[in-house]
């Protein structure tokens, strides 16, 4: 920081600037903090006492701020910082009132929702039903782009892609009873953590006064999406210097009170950058939850910092070889999971900070069924069943690799040679992230190594059924739609355990994509920072508003 400073002042001097600084308190002083390892991040200067300021170390970039079309991590957690959602989730699945006061049933089908009466948008307007209403609708109408279609699939009225049904133009399962209550009524009844999550937690409501001005078909290209105005939860947009940093400020109007810390700074650096900074306090504390990584190689040297906090757990990050399903029979994608030695890679490249995902829910999961036992490495069955299959090995394969992340671009390596000792003939192909799930997403692929967040509650459609937002592996599976279906409409936890616990055996038995592992979740920050990550990730923000550092 002190050398940066130096730096900064030679070159003021050279273009003649005088600047004069207050010796003590009172005054307001500049704060400059740059990057001396030669990351993208560029200089942030932040108008305010160092106090008042937060840096968020991030190892990826943001791929937009658009509330309804968030496909990105990094994204969905920014947005969280600037658009309300009705509930918290401080732990997994333990949910608080946010904008929502209370959020009760007696049927587990009509759900009635009481709005904070002090709710108000930063530019004043205050946040009522309509608000909440016209959100659920934007997401339903077939113009709007949205990765939020399946969150409200249950609502009465909609397609299983979330979508108005043929001829309608609205949601009939949304009724407004007044500026502070509205009522959701679903197509069965559902257990109500399903709908809290999906709907409560997990859906951003935008101020219907700002979208309202765009036609809903321009809404993704629109100001609203790229620069928001208005904010309803705790900081404000300021700017965002692509691939660098994204400035946000304090929402004076925030219902829950002003956040102590007034300026934010996530700046986007590389995993090697990102130690550097954590030990120098170029950084305050690191994102975590797969988007602000920190290289297993050096989790020794950060635990051992007496300046920095530092745990480690399971979290709902995993990484998939997604298989494209319309190339690859069931035969064939099994014998590539018996070629995977998954134990190898947990071992080599994450020192046991990670572990192998038996099928699609991690350890973290209330759902997750430890009685389902991951395949194990077997060459020699792998072998056998690509025999059996009559697949023809002289095939050449493509392994579609984003670049990055440099834990999963080592695991490609050893999942290719792995393959090869099985018999498949397979390349690597790498993109950027970005590009490689475009190409994933559009089917151009044949098998691809993708991360996905999970959430808490055990809904999978998005990642298994044909009408999932985010099916990847293009699965087309009769008995998987049914237990998704099942899943999806029971109305109580020890039901749905049974059904996904059916679900977690059979996914692993189809094979339709390769759960690879869940890395551990490492929580890094300045021993200064009081507040920051939770050890549910999700919900690590309720409380970011009461931040402080010392």
Known sequence: MASFKKITLLIMIMFGMVFFLVACGGGEGTETTGDNDGDPSGDITSDGEEEDTL?????NAPGGFNPLNASDTVAQWILRMLYPTLLEQPESLVFDGNLAESF????????????????????GEPITADDVAYTLELIANPDVETTWGVNISSLEGLQSTGKWEDGAAGVAGVEVVDEQTLILTTKTPVDPNYIKEMIGFNVYIVPKHIAEQYEPAELANSDFATTP????SIYQFVQYETDAYV?????????????????????????TS????????????????GIGVVPVSEVDTLAADDNLDFESYPGFATQFMFINNEEFDADVRLAMMYA?????????????????????????????????EAIPHDV??????LEESGFDTSQEIELTVPTGNRAREQSASLIQQNLAEAGFNVTQVTFDFVTALANVREGDYQIGLIGIPLTSDPDQTYLWSQSGTTNLGRVNDERMEDLL???????????????????QEYWRDQAFSVGLYGDFQYKVQNKELNGGIKEFWGGSLHDMHEWTKD
């Open 229 to 232: 105005s208005v904010s309803g």
């Open 340 to 372: 995977i030695d998954r134990e190898a890679i947990v071992e080599q490249l994450f020192r046991g900070n990670a572990e192998v995902l038996n099928s699609t829910y991690t350890s973290a999961s209330v759902y997750f069924d430890p009685n389902v």
């Open 380 to 385: 020699d069955r792998a072998r056998e069943l």
């Open 55 to 59: 840096y968020i170390g991030l190892t």
């Open 104 to 123: 009760e049933t007696e049927d587990n089908q009509s759900f009635t929702i009481t709005l904070r009466p002090d709710a108000e948008w930063s530019d």
């Open 274 to 289: 990102l130690v550097t900074e954590l030990q120098s306090g170029g950084v305050d504390m690191a994102a975590g939850g």
């Open 247 to 271: 400035q946000l400020e304090a929402n004076p109007t925030f219902y829950k009170g002003e956040a102590q810390l007034k300026h934010v700074y996530l700046r986007v650096v590389n995993g």
């Open 485 to 503: 279906e099942q899943g999806r409409t029971s109305t109580s936890m020890e039901e749905r355990q049974e059904i996904y616990s059916e679900l």
